[in-house]
């Protein structure tokens, strides 16, 4: 179900300031939203005031997981049947160099201190580390299973990686390279997020349904767990995905796959407050800079829904769904 | 008699490829392989120093295969190690998790040669401390192991015969099916003839107790979704020789003729599990139509083309491990020795009483690569699964088909219900 045309954009610029925008070099102003789709070899880029598709990018075969440098000049696509990382020049939009990855890497994130992108090499046991500046692999960790969801604290000491096989987080000590603390959490964990304090790990998990928050500051264990339960929806549609926590400690919002909708949880009670109906097969979710707009991917219908999610949580709603590429995977919004 | 048995404990990492991985970091600075290969000392030790982890001893019970079946097709591979690799794999899998939970898992196998040898090899089973058994016999040689006394209140995972009755009236509380009943399979092929709208049927079925067993499943399939069966007819001519010179000359005469007379249909049903005969069929009849059933567009557990929801990883696993493709009743093998994986870690328990009932609670759902959790229906421990529609290359299709409702789950619309059933424990 999408929303096409049943609900208007909520103008919040006034049209003088409207007008003053329009003389800048609109480059500079309009936040662009990067969305990866995973049939098409594409990435889309929509523009973050218009709402709409302004350009797409080839890019290698099979893109999925994206993530930008850290001074913002380059967004990384993880093109997994060519095994490498595309690296996509933020002023041209176009792919000017090509990082070797290793075997099908799905999902990578970036170092937030170094100029390090991780990489889950899923056959090899390993996380490839790849130096996106000198463009050479640095090491590998080694994790002794296959590693697939990844997700990196704020502050770069810790690497969470998930695996299939175990159900397990696997929580990597990034100074020692070492995994050092093994948790169980539901059937196929997929994605990491850190809250902004980097105090705790929210882990979902697509078979099972559920987040699992992990305490990462003293006891390193799993210390609640989220059920979703979407009315008229069979249990086994309700797949945990693709997360955002907002920088404030407020809300979560968690990718329900196939059930269709996206929960909104309190990031403190850790209780689901709405479900929002989006697009088929929702996957990954971006917060624009100013979190006050959601963009979800949604692999079935082949687009991307925009979510209201300024003020309260009665006030957040659907209000645009903007075609894509077949398969939207991954969305990420220019910092 | 030759029964063959052996001990197969895998414990990761291996040694060959701890060894590889070394080598290739060689290329970096010295003291960081120094750290590592300290990390692995490290590590080994832990495993070394963990002598008082549970264990869980599985035994996989096979049927060595009758020289006189081979698919029709040269294409296909003959396989002797059908089942059993399946179970190998899925240890391994169990031991990924259990390394780091003080648990770990053993298989021990015996393959018989006949009905009248599952006794002995059960024995070999329970001597060496099988605590559970997956089975990849046939229906007769399942029910004669079901009644060896030794089998005690051991449960059996049936992981290879796929009859009805076993989840209907001859059901029992010990044994478990992994591998989807006939009807199970009917009904998936069913809800996607639906959704094309091809409601209209012409059966072909062969001359085995299988393929009369596969019509009835057809055939209430075809009731349950309001298809029609328009006419149905027996293949009368024995097999043909897998390689026989020529031998589309008479088959491309004989097919339009004998389905000449069948009544206006939109697709051809075939029921040929034994596969002497129906891939004749597909671009062979009179009219232009699909063919489906057991050959053409197929329902299954598993298939190579499929790759979708992390299923590319259990491949490759599985050709690394094998060197050759997963086939269905290797999938169902490593559904069961999983589905004990999963009851394990879950509870931090390997008590054979605590796992059956944590699989056959609400809690259990096991990850199988099929987009949805499968778990056991606890009326008949029949495990609920989708169901892969496949053409001979492609995957064409996964039911249950969007719409198919059921108050439990979408997976129920898949195989006799409840309510229908004879199972009683």
């Given at each position: 179900m999408s929303f096409l045309g049943t609900t208007t954009i909520k103008r919040t610029a006034s049209s003088a300031t409207l007008a003053v925008f329009l003389l800048l070099p609109t480059a500079v102003l309009a936040e662009r939203v990067f969305v990866s789709n995973e049939k098409d070899n594409t990435v889309s880029v929509i523009d973050g005031k218009t709402l709409e598709v302004v350009e797409t990018i080839n890019v290698g075969r099979r893109p999925r997981a994206m993530a930008f440098s850290n001074d913002g000049s380059e967004l990384f696509v993880a093109v997994g049947d060519d095994e490498a990382i595309d690296m996509i020049d933020l002023a041209s939009l176009k792919v000017v160099r090509s990082l070797a990855s290793g075997e099908d890497p799905e999902v990578i994130r970036v170092d937030p201190n170094q100029p390090y992108i991780y990489v889950s090499n899923e056959d090899d046991n390993i996380v490839s580390v790849l130096d996106?500046?000198?463009?050479?692999?640095v090491t590998q960790i080694p994790v002794g299973v296959e590693p697939e969801g990844l997700g990196v604290s704020p502050d770069g000491r810790w690497l969470i990686a998930t695996s299939e096989t175990s159900n397990m987080a696997h929580i990597i000590d990034l100074e020692s390279m070492e995994a050092v603390h093994h948790r169980l959490v539901g059937a196929r964990p997929r994605y990491v997020e850190f809250t902004e304090d980097g105090s705790k790990a929210w882990v979902s998990a697509e078979i099972a349904g559920k987040v699992a928050i992990i305490d990462m500051q003293d006891t390193f264990d799993v210390i609640h767990s989220i059920d979703f339960e979407v009315q008229g929806v069979p249990k086994e549609a309700v797949q945990a995905v693709g997360m955002q926590l907002t920088s404030d400690g407020r809300y979560a919002f968690v990718a329900l796959g196939p059930s269709n909708r996206v929960a909104v949880v309190d990031?403190?009670?850790?209780?689901?407050l709405d479900y929002l109906l989006v697009g088929q097969r929702v996957w990954h979710l971006a917060l624009n800079v100013g979190e006050s707009r959601l963009f979800t991917t949604n692999g079935v219908s082949g687009d991307v829904t925009v979510i209201n999610v300024e003020g309260d949580v009665n006030d957040f709603e659907a209000i645009r769904s903007i075609p894509v590429g077949r398969f939207p995977w991954g969305v990420i919004v220019e910092p | 008699m030759q029964c063959r048995v052996e001990d197969r404990t895998k414990s990761p990492p291996e040694t060959g490829r701890r060894g590889s991985m070394i080598a290739e970091i060689g290329l970096y600075p010295l003291f960081l392989m120094l750290f590592l290969l300290s990390t692995f000392q490290a590590q080994a030790q832990n495993q070394a120093q963990n002598p008082g982890s549970a264990t869980v001893t599985i035994g996989y019970l096979g049927l060595a295969r009758p020289d006189a079946l081979e698919s029709l097709s040269v294409l296909d591979p003959v396989l002797d190690d059908e089942g059993v690799q399946g179970a190998r794999l899925a240890i391994a899998d169990n031991n990924t998790a259990g390394q780091f939970l003080g648990q770990e898992f053993v298989l021990v196998e015996a393959i018989v040669t006949s009905r009248t040898e599952v006794s002995d090899g059960l024995q070999q089973l329970v001597e060496q401390g099988a605590d559970w058994i997956v089975s990849g016999l046939p229906r007769a040689a399942l029910e004669v192991l079901l009644e060896?006394?030794?089998?005690?209140?051991r449960v059996v995972f049936n992981a290879a015969a796929p009859d009805d009755a076993l989840r209907g009236k001859s059901c029992r509380a010990n044994l478990f099916h992994t591998t989807p009943s006939r009807r199970m399979l009917a009904d998936a092929l069913a809800q996607f003839l639906g959704y094309k709208q091809w409601t209209r049927w012409a059966l072909v079925h062969g001359n085995t107790d299988e393929d009369r067993l596969r019509v009835k499943a057809q055939r209430g399939a075809a009731k349950r979704f309001g298809h029609a069966i328009v006419d149905e007819s027996m293949w009368p001519y024995d097999p043909m020789a897998r390689?026989?010179?020529?031998g589309f000359h008479a088959i491309q005469r004989e097919i339009p003729v004998f389905v000449q007379a069948f009544a206006e249909h939109d697709v051809l049903v075939i029921a040929d599990e034994n596969d002497y005969f129906g891939e004749y069929f597909p671009f062979q009849t009179r009219l232009p139509r699909p063919v489906a059933g057991t050959q053409g567009l197929t329902p299954t557990a598993w298939h190579r083309a499929h790759e979708s929801w992390g299923a590319v990883q259990l491949q490759r696993r599985f050709e690394e491990q094998a060197e050759r493709w997963m086939t269905p009743r290797d999938f169902a093998a490593w559904l069961a020795v999983r589905s004990l994986g999963e009851a394990a870690a879950r509870t931090g328990a390997v008590a054979p009483e605590k796992l059956r009932d944590y699989m056959t609670g609400e809690a259990f759902e096991l990850a199988?690569?099929?987009g949805l959790p499968v778990s056991y229906r606890p009326w008949n421990h029949q495990l609920r699964q989708p169901i892969l529609v496949t053409g001979p290359r492609m995957v064409v299709s996964v039911s249950p088909q969007e719409g198919y409702l059921h108050p439990v789950s979408p997976l129920d619309t898949l195989g006799a219900d409840q309510g229908e059933s004879q199972c009683r424990f």
């Open positions: 996106y500046q000198q463009r050479r692999r990031q403190q009670s850790h209780e689901v | 060896e006394p030794a089998l005690e209140d390689r026989a010179e020529g199988g690569y099929l």
